[in-house]
T-cell receptor
Framework: GNSVTQMEGPVTLSEEAFLTINCTYT??????LFWYVQYPGEGLQLLLK?????DKGSNKGFEATYRKETTSFHLEKGSVQVSDSAVYFC?????????????FGSGTRLLVRP | EAGVVQSPRYKIIEKKQPVAFWCNPI?????LYWYRQNLGQGPELLIR????????DSQLPKDRFSAERLKGVDSTLKIQPAELGDSAVYLC??????????????FGAGSRLTVL
């Protein structure tokens, strides 16, 4: 079956540090991959996505590259800010699954200290 | 443009009581989803609607959970009777239902249920 595995949090960084949140997936078909972010008290928001191998999604300084050979979609940011503190979810949607549903990882909490 | 609106934001009930959650999706979004998010976990799909038709309810515990989407717009998710294990955040999302790569879900802020 399809699944997503994320690194456990919390991840605690100082402002301007480099961020990596690991995400690997298992899929029976050809998935699209997503990163969603959940700020305190808010709903999940799409951060970035990639629909095929070697695609790079980017938004707000965050990047993730779809690596089919390693089944990974790691989230990176060169210099984090306090405002990036949130919970980050990796997710996939499988082309072979016509329900269009998203399958989420368990989330990684990021805490950025000034 | 208003996003996905959910109510109530918070609900505390005693076990065996009924509870209902309401969702108003983004205008024009034909596809509506209900997800459940347990503490410290990612959301899990309960049910998906295409207009007024439930097309995927395989994960909905039908003995106590029910949902409806009358007229293909607003939706209600009901639990009766509630159990302690139902404590979670119930998320509603909507999308245009396009091909998978473009099918971006927009989520509401969620309804946090606590069952005592």
């Amino acid at each position: 079956g399809n699944s997503v595995t994320q690194m456990e949090g919390p991840v605690t960084l100082s402002e301007e540090a480099f961020l990596t949140i690991n995400c690997t997936y298992t899929a029976t078909g050809y998935p699209s991959l997503f990163w969603y972010v959940q700020y305190p008290g808010e709903g999940l928001q799409l951060l970035l996505k990639a629909t095929k191998a070697d695609d790079k999604g980017s938004n707000k300084g965050f990047e993730a590259t779809y690596r089919k050979e390693t089944t990974s979609f790691h989230l990176e940011k060169g210099s984090v800010q306090v405002s990036d503190s949130a919970v980050y979810f990796c997710a996939l949607s499988d082309l072979g699954d016509s329900s269009y549903k998203l399958i989420f990882g368990s989330g990684t909490r990021l805490l950025v200290r000034p | 443009e208003a996003g996905v609106v959910q109510s109530p934001r918070y609900k505390i009930i005693e076990k065996k009581q009924p509870v209902a959650f309401w969702c108003n999706p983004i205008s024009g979004h034909n596809t509506l989803y209900w997800y459940r998010q347990n503490l410290g976990q990612g959301p899990e799909l309960l049910i998906r609607y295409e207009n007024e038709e439930a097309v995927d309810d395989s994960q909905l515990p039908k003995d106590r959970f029910s949902a409806e989407r009358l007229k293909g717009v607003d939706s209600t998710l009901k639990i009766q009777p509630a159990e302690l294990g139902d404590s979670a955040v119930y998320l509603c999302a909507s999308s245009t239902g396009q091909a998978y790569g473009a099918n971006v879900l927009t989520f509401g802020a969620g309804s946090r249920l606590t069952v005592l």
